[in-house]
């Protein structure tokens, strides 16, 4: 569970079939969905945000000068993850950036009630991208 402040105040309200329904500081969010009522709140500011799918990644529109935007991206290996041409949840990755909670050495997420730990490291060999080159996801 998040942490909370000290003054926070957190409990489950209605039946337990009513969802994951909780109160904090007199605020009601669904608590099957959100680490808190920060992450809901979050949430309902970046459900407004476009997802844009992957291939609507035009390198022609960048400024040309003197850096190859699309040769940079097929160096690191990241042109077939901005080629990807699958249907796009964007409630899902909503969800995932409304409940980020970013840590040096592990991350945790959640999406749909589930959690998710990784680390810099996982995401670099999920992306395959060599682990010199993992500093550009340092945070």
Sequence with gaps: MASRSAGSKR???????????????????DSTLFWDKDASDHYNFVKNLAVL???????????????????????????????????VYNDVIHQFYANLKPKKKKCKAMV??????????EICA?????????????M
């Excluded at 409990?11 to 969010?29: D, I, L, M, R, T």
């Excluded at 749909?112 to 490291?121: A, D, E, L």
């Design 53 to 87: 799918p992957c291939n609507n990644v035009k390198f022609s529109q960048f400024p040309q000068g003197d850096m190859n935007v699309e040769k940079i991206f097929r160096e690191i290996g990241w042109i077939d993850f901005l080629e990807i041409k699958e249907h």
């Design 11 to 29: 409990k489950q309200v209605g039946s337990s079939s009513a969802g994951g329904q909780a109160e904090e500081n007199g605020n009601v969010f």
């Design 126 to 138: 999920l992306l395959e991208i060599p682990e010199e080159e993992m500093i550009i996801l340092k």
């Design 112 to 121: 749909s009630g589930m959690q998710i730990q990784f680390s810099p490291r």
